[in-house]
């Protein structure tokens, strides 16, 4: 099987799924191991391109692929991809994931689409952590600058009034319980059965890290979408077709 040449593809209408294409199709081209055995596979709009081009590997066959999510799953079987689950396969080689807001050092939110507990698992299993998203995704420099709708957090549904009070006490702005929307009547359930609330704590020029571990240290806290110290390359797509790969700590490429 022959890997498809990305500048010979007819462009997509839709400039901003042209730039999730262009970062997905460069992330997986530049960082897929030869040898690879499992990959991971995460969540959200941008990693339907990156599934996409892993499907067109020649060595697809060879490794078997992990999801973080429902979505994922699917993905994975459209993709006509090995499927195994992180319960079986613990050591993951590379997992391809996107992200709500990556800050200049790598790090991210994540959880806008209410899947951020097993994309933590997954991205904790792997040897690399690879994010894949639009120039929209790129903060200028600290997290919550762009994505303004609270840092997402996964909690045990009973414990929802008081995690929500705990995190109003040492100092969000606001919380909400995240809402399904019009088609479903009550709170979002995540995959595992459980809430997801969003803290705003407005843009996060402190230390991430204690933040994220005081949130975490709260009883009835699942997980947060706070991905602290866990990404080695950022790939996002321009308007105008190119890449800019962040290495961290504002190091970056354009191409």
Do not use: H
């Amino acid at each position: 099987m022959t890997l498809v040449d990305i500048n010979s593809l007819e462009p997509l209408a839709d400039p901003l799924e042209q730039a999730k294409r262009a970062a997905a199709y460069m992330a997986v081209d530049q960082n897929v191991p030869k040898d690879a055995k499992f990959v991971g596979i995460g969540s959200g709009s941008t990693v339907v391109y990156a599934a996409e081009r892993i499907g067109q590997l020649p060595n697809k066959d060879q490794f078997i692929c992990i999801p973080t999510s429902f979505q994922s799953k699917q993905l994975i079987f459209d993709n006509d991809l090995k499927f195994g689950t992180i319960d079986q396969y613990l050591n993951v080689d590379i997992t391809f994931d996107g992200a709500d807001e990556v800050d200049s050092r790598l790090n991210c939110i994540k959880g806008g689409g209410a899947c951020l507990f097993q994309e933590k698992l997954v991205a904790s299993c792997s040897k690399k952590l690879v994010i894949i998203a639009d120039y929209r995704k790129k903060s200028p420099r600290y997290l919550a600058e762009n994505w303004r709708k609270g840092i997402p957090i996964e909690v045990v549904p009973i414990a929802w009034i008081k995690v929500k009070n705990d995190l109003i006490n040492f100092g969000a702005r606001s919380v909400q319980l995240r809402q399904g929307g019009t088609q479903k009547a009550g709170p979002v359930v995540t995959d595992n059965g459980n809430f997801i609330m969003d803290a705003d704590f407005g843009v996060i020029d402190g230390d991430i890290k204690v933040l994220n571990d005081k949130i975490r240290g709260l009883v009835g806290v699942v997980e947060t979408g706070l991905f602290v110290d866990m990404v080695e390359k950022a790939y996002f797509g321009n308007k105008d077709g190119s890449v800019t790969i962040l290495f961290g700590e504002n190091v970056e490429e354009t191409i």
